[in-house]
């Protein structure tokens, strides 16, 4: 079974800096995507970022990006040029690449972000 | 944009009553799951479905139920609510096995 690991439960960081969450995850599979959401205070959850397994680059999506490494199974998410906005609960999850079980996904059980103003 | 809404933000009921929580999407998506979360366990699927009338078990499938009738609506049943079942709920959905789930704002239960 897939496992995602997030190793900090609680983060924080300064306006205007960069911060890193840490993601790690376990799998015998070769295809297969990550993603990273939010979850502001009292607010919907919403999609970050995504990565495709089979693409080496790394995404990018304005002022977030992630270090994907897959041999180490590593998936941390930068946020650059911090905003008070970007306070929220962040997890990274899991998706096998096959269509089979309607694409379900592992999550972590999350970071929470502060951001200093 | 894809919409997914949810019956109640905020539920209070009492043990041992049958609980329905509702969720429907707009954007016609196959699949739909139900989690819950709790502090320090992330999310955890409780069922999800992949078509209509279509349903497999999560994770954690025990002391509920589904229903997906038509394919905007998913339904989580508690037959039986208990008090270890008090939680935040949150339904998504997606449009295939590759693609991000789009999350409702999540039901409160309190079960008391």
């Known amino acids: 079974a897939q496992t995602v690991t997030q190793s900090q439960p609680e983060m924080s960081v300064q306006e205007a800096e960069t911060v890193t969450l840490s993601c790690t995850y376990d799998t015998s599979e070769s295809d297969y995507y990550l993603f990273w959401y939010k979850q502001p205070p009292s607010r919907q959850m919403i999609l970050v970022i995504r990565q495709e397994a089979y693409k080496q680059q790394n995404a990018t999506e304005n002022r977030f990006s992630v270090n994907f490494q897959k041999a180490a199974k590593s998936f941390s998410l930068k946020i650059s040029d911090s905003q008070l906005g970007d306070a929220a609960m962040y997890f990274c999850a899991y998706r096998r690449g096959e269509d089979t079980n309607a694409g379900k996904s592992t999550f972590g059980d999350g970071t929470t972000l502060t951001v200093k103003p | 944009d894809v919409k997914v809404t949810q019956s109640s933000r905020y539920l209070v009921k009492r043990t041992g009553e049958k609980v329905f929580l509702e969720c429907v999407q707009d954007m016609d998506h196959e699949n739909m799951f139900w989690y819950r979360q709790d502090p320090g366990l992330g999310l955890r699927l409780i069922y999800f479905?992949?078509?209509?009338?279509?349903?497999e078990k999560g994770d954690i499938p025990e002391g509920y139920s589904v229903s997906r009738e038509k394919k905007e609506r998913f339904s989580l049943i508690l037959e039986s609510a208990s008090t270890n079942q008090t939680s935040m709920y949150l339904c998504a959905s997606s449009q295939a096995a590759v693609y991000e789930q789009y999350f409702g704002p999540g039901t409160r239960l309190t079960v008391t």
């Open positions: 479905s992949y078509d209509v009338k279509m349903k």
